[in-house]
Every structure is written in C-alpha cells, then in structure tokens.
C-alpha cells in the first residue's frame, strides 16, 4: 500500500515539473515572437546627422591657353610665289610683306589700264574745247567722260592687282606655320602663313552648375602654371557660357595679358583659381542631399528620434558639391535618414544600418 501512494506521489511531481516548463516555454516563445515582430515591423534606413562646416571660398578648373587672334593668311590673288621674306618663328606687325608674288601679268595690265585712261583723258580734254565752239554735242561729250570714268576704274583695279602681289600680314603675331616656298603656284583658296598673336591669352576652362553662378564676367582669376611653379598670373573672366556643354559644364574664357619675364605659349596646360568673396567665411549648418524627398528649396526630410522618424519641414540655402545649407528646420546633432525614405511615413519604425 505504501508503495503505492509513493509512485502517485513521484507521478503527481514529475507531471507538475512538466506543466510548468511547458509553461515557462511557451512564455519565453511569446517575447521572442513579439521581439522579432518588433524587428520585422523596424524598416533599414541610412542615416546622416546635421552638422557644421565653413564653406570652401575657391574653386579651380584646369584649361588650355588659346591665342586672342589666330589665322590663315591666303593671296587676294592668284599667281606664283617670286619670293618669301619671313620663316618659321618671326614676329611680324601688320601690314608688313611676308611674301611676293610675280607681278609680270599684273604689271603689263596696269601699263595698259593706265596707257587707256591717259588717252580716254586727253580725249575728254579734246572734247571739251570741242563742244565750246559747237564741234560737237552735250551727249558725245558726256560718252567721252563716262569712258574716262570707266578707264580710271580699270585703272585703279590694275593699282590693287599690283598691290596684292605683295602678301602683307593682316594681324601682328609670330608666324606659326609657313606652308609655301618660291616658284609655288598659288590661287585665292592657298594658305601661305599661319599667324598667332599671343600678346593677349585665354585659358579656356569648364566649371560645373554648382560654380557658375558664383562667377560674372570680369571677375578676376588666378592662374597657375606647372612650368612656372613659384609664379601666380592674374587674369579676367571674359566670357561665361550661357548654355552647358553635353558634359554639363558652362565653358569659360579668362583673359591674360602675356608676360615677358614669364613668357606663356598657346597650348599651354593652367589652373584657374576662382574666388568667391560673396561667401561669408563663418560656419553653416549642412546636410547630405541625400535627405531630400523632393527638390531643394522649401523641402521635407526624415528626422529620427527614438528609432522612430517624423518629417520635418526644412527651408535650405546654398550648395556645396553633395552638401546642403540648412538655414531653418534643423540643428546641428540631428539625424536625418538618407536613404531608404521610399519606403518611410510619418511616425515610421526605423532601424538605422551602417
């Protein structure tokens, strides 16, 4: 009998152990279901916080010196090269003969232009005495005044001719390029000479949307040259797209006036150091462009506080390459989601990833 009530006894505390760990289980099952739902519900964002910079007051872009005044100088006429007084290298003015060309047929049509205008003039001379004393008439005198006119004209063109035989330069610069020799035969569409004039330079730049609204026309510029490590130019902006190339970038032109001690070459590679005074040089508050879930300007973004997020209304400023201004809405410590706001409401559980 005793045997009996100690087998019931064991039996009755075997199965209360186990009620109870069915019940501690089933419990600790229930937090771990609620903790992972909590997880699942938490949606991944990136964060950024708000912080404090002083703006970069200068900007440079790299560039290429071009000559102010570069050309090709052809004949006015055609005919053959007799001879060629300057060569590679020479620094000519304009108006002085760079070549010239055989001027037999120019002269014998100048002798003859000139041989009919002196015998149409003595005509008309002839004419006039004529028509005083009645010889001949008002028409026939005006004939003879018109081929006076026409023969001085003829005349004067023969003058040119002879004139374009000598090949002046049009422009002051060094000559470049010499395409041709003496004995070549040449017409109105030959180039003979290369001119290049870099008295006065441009170093011609590209700069980005972000930078071009800093920078008018006349503004000044630094420039710099490899060559000339210990030296600085000044320069002035001449010319400032008003459309972007395909790249995006406004084309620029700074003009420079050459200097002597520190001669520089068309083709030459520069800096361009733009300064923008009209950015004060105390700190601002900045974020990432990246917190915008529209267009700058009076915008929203996710500001995160508790792993949760509110949207928060931002009035913005200037921009500085991925940076924003913040000018009200936020201060400087506040987080701000920056990527993963597609999928982000008001009010949201978040869960921030590296």
Not at 10 to 15: A, F, T
Not at 281 to 308: M, Q
């Amino acid at each position: 009998m005793k045997k009996i009530v100690y087998t019931t006894i064991i039996l009755v505390l075997v199965l209360s152990g186990a009620i109870y760990m069915l019940l501690s289980n089933k419990e600790e099952n229930q937090q771990e279901t609620a903790i992972i739902t909590e997880k699942n519900e938490a949606i991944s964002v990136k964060a950024d916080i708000v912080k404090s910079i002083t703006p970069e007051l200068t900007y440079s872009s790299n560039g290429t010196f071009e000559p102010e005044q570069q050309l090709i100088v052809t004949p006015e006429t055609a005919g053959t090269i007799q001879k060629v007084v300057v060569k590679e290298g020479d620094n000519v003015a304009k108006g002085q003969i760079l070549a010239y060309l055989k001027k037999d047929q120019a002269n014998l049509s100048y002798q003859n232009a000139n041989a009919n205008y002196q015998s149409a003039l003595k005509n008309y001379h002839r004419y006039q005495q004529a028509y005083k004393t009645g010889g001949v008439t008002k028409e026939q005198l005006d004939q003879m005044k018109l081929e006076v006119e026409n023969t001085k004209s003829t005349l004067e063109n023969a003058q040119l001719n002879m004139e374009d035989t000598r090949i002046k330069a049009p422009i002051s610069g060094f000559i470049n390029k010499k395409f041709i020799e003496s004995g070549a035969v040449v017409t109105t569409a030959t180039s003979l000479f290369e001119i290049v004039d870099i008295n006065i330079l441009k170093l011609q730049v590209s700069v980005p949307e972000l930078q071009v609204s800093h920078i008018r026309v006349g503004q000044p510029a630094l420039i710099k040259l490899s060559i000339y490590p210990d030296t600085s130019f000044t320069g002035k902006v001449s010319f400032v797209a008003a459309k972007a190339d395909r790249s995006l970038n406004f084309p620029m032109e700074i003009t420079l006036r050459n200097n002597t001690a520190y001669p520089i070459k068309a083709g030459m590679y520069a800096t361009a150091v733009f300064t923008n005074s009209s950015i004060e040089k105390n700190p601002i508050k900045v974020i990432s462009r990246n917190a915008f879930t529209e267009g700058l300007g009076e915008s929203e973004v996710f500001v995160v506080k508790d792993s949760k997020v509110h949207l928060q209304k931002v009035q913005t400023g200037r921009r500085f390459n991925n940076e924003v201004e913040v000018l009200s809405g936020l201060e400087i410590g506040d987080v701000v989601v920056v990527s993963g706001q597609i999928n982000l409401e008001d009010m949201a559980q978040i869960q921030i990833t590296p």
